[in-house]
């Protein structure tokens, strides 16, 4: 089996794209960065713009658990470094959910056991991964502190797992795999339960 592929629109550039649920009319969603648009591609095949910002739209992903109210959530940079994550509604109206310099890219947790709690999570240029609560409070997740590494993409996959593409130096890139670490305290605590039970099996 092959696929086969066919122009549906023509665009400058291209940073996002999504099939939203049935609040949004079951349509593909793309982000046109340069015109700062939130665009939605219509069953007749036209497209239309659906939200404008004065920023450029990068990121998008929407909340499939109605933990974070069924919405869509892009986030969107501006020349002066600044960022924002945005919640848009069904009827395209937009409105500042967390704001942090540089959120490249948005996904929320969707591990089947929901490993890394549900959350939204975003990546930073600056190789920083944080978890955005759904009071839009950013906090960071996972961190490298180098200046010449950044994460431009993350996903989830079936494992379990956080995937991201970690862009270095040279034009070279590696994806990384992210696994949940346990808190110091769960970790003591599944450590006292190893002891215990190895004791009463011992005795």
Not at 31 to 43: E, I, M, P, Q, S
Not at 60 to 73: A, C, N, V
Not at 79 to 97: K, R, W
């Amino acid at each position: 089996m092959n696929g086969q592929a066919a122009v549906i629109g023509r665009y400058r550039n291209l940073q996002g794209i999504f099939y939203a649920g049935e609040e949004y009319d079951s349509l593909l969603f793309f982000n046109d960065a340069d015109l700062g648009r939130l665009c939605k591609r219509c069953l007749d095949g036209t497209t239309t713009i659906f939200s404008s910002f004065s920023g450029k739209p990068i990121g998008i992903t929407l909340d499939k658990s109605g933990l974070y109210g069924g919405r869509l959530y892009m986030s969107v940079t501006d020349p002066q470094e600044n960022s924002s994550v945005f919640v848009v509604n069904p009827d395209g109206t937009a409105s500042v959910f967390c704001s942090m310099t540089w959120i490249l890219d948005l996904e929320f947790d969707t591990t089947s056991a929901g490993a890394f709690g549900g959350f939204l999570y975003g990546c930073r240029s600056s190789w920083a991964i944080g978890r955005i609560s759904p009071e839009g409070l950013w906090t960071r997740f996972a961190f490298s502190g180098s200046a010449d590494e950044a994460i431009k993409c993350l996903t989830f996959g079936p494992d379990n797992s956080m995937y991201v593409i970690e862009e270095l130096a040279a034009n070279r890139a590696v994806v990384l795999k992210i696994s949940v670490v346990p808190e110091p305290t769960t970790f003591f605590l599944m450590v006292l339960g190893g002891l215990v039970l190895r004791k009463r099996a011992a005795g």
